[in-house]
């Protein structure tokens, strides 16, 4: 079975500041592994996602992710943090197997706070 | 291209009452999925939908649930009767193909769904 375990329900960090959102993972495959963002009153946004590629991967607006295996981990970092980027983080994993219906699993969610 | 649409945007309604939610994917997405997050959990899969069938609907709560697809097109999921843990947010998305390892799954805006 597959999950996904975000660290940190709340991060907050400083215009300009580098942000740092936390994401382990357990699955019994070679993950396919998303992050999502979700601002205000609107929907889901894929913002990058890694799929046995490039273990960085980058993504919109300045986001990149790493895959470490050894760790399974899936972290979310920007250097630079803006005002635009406060909103809720997901961190994904595509449930595989013998079905592999492109169904996710989500984490619980980090709402990044950024403070000018 | 309109992306994922999904009405109404918000409903309140009293318990035992039944209330419809509609999902327009994108066009030419076969597969459909929903998805729920109740208050202060995760996204959860719901089910999935190829074209008209119902690939997968394990994530369905119970049998007050009923999700339909009708000719492959825009999906509806009726709660009926409501109850008060049925409360959340209600995400349908949309994908070309099933699997997410090459394409993208589209989420809607969501629905709230609150029941008093």
């Known amino acids: 079975a597959q999950s996904v375990t975000q660290l940190d329900s709340h991060v907050s960090v400083s215009e300009g500041t580098p942000v740092l959102l936390r994401c382990n993972y357990s699955?019994?495959?070679?993950?396919?592994l998303f992050w999502y963002v979700q601002h205000p009153n609107k929907g889901l946004q894929l913002l990058l996602k890694y799929t046995s590629a490039a273990t960085l991967v980058k993504g919109i607006n300045g986001f990149e992710a790493e895959f470490k295996k050894s760790e399974t981990s899936f972290h979310l970092t920007k250097p630079s943090a803006h005002m635009s980027d406060a909103a809720e983080y997901f961190c994904?994993?595509?449930?595989?197997?013998?079905?592999?219906?492109?169904?996710?699993?989500f984490g619980q969610g980090t709402t990044l706070q950024v403070k000018p | 291209e309109a992306g994922v649409t999904q009405f109404p945007s918000h409903s309140v309604i009293e318990k035992g009452q039944t209330v419809t939610l509609r999902c327009d994917p994108i066009s030419g997405h076969d597969n459909l999925y929903w998805y729920r997050r109740v208050m202060g959990k995760e996204i959860k899969f719901l089910l999935h939908?190829?074209?008209?069938?119902?690939?997968?609907e394990s994530g369905m709560p119970n049998n007050r649930f009923l999700a339909e697809r009708t000719g492959g097109t825009y999906s509806t999921l009726k709660v009926q009767p409501a109850e008060l843990e049925d409360s959340g947010v209600y995400f349908c998305a949309s994908s070309q193909t099933r699997t997410v390892m090459n394409t993208e799954a589209f989420f809607g805006q969501g629905t709230r769904l609150t029941v008093v």
């Open positions: 939908f190829v074209k008209e069938s119902k690939q997968d």
């Open positions: 699955s019994s495959y070679s993950p396919s």
């Open positions: 994904v994993v595509s449930a595989h197997g013998s079905s592999n219906t492109g169904k996710l699993i």
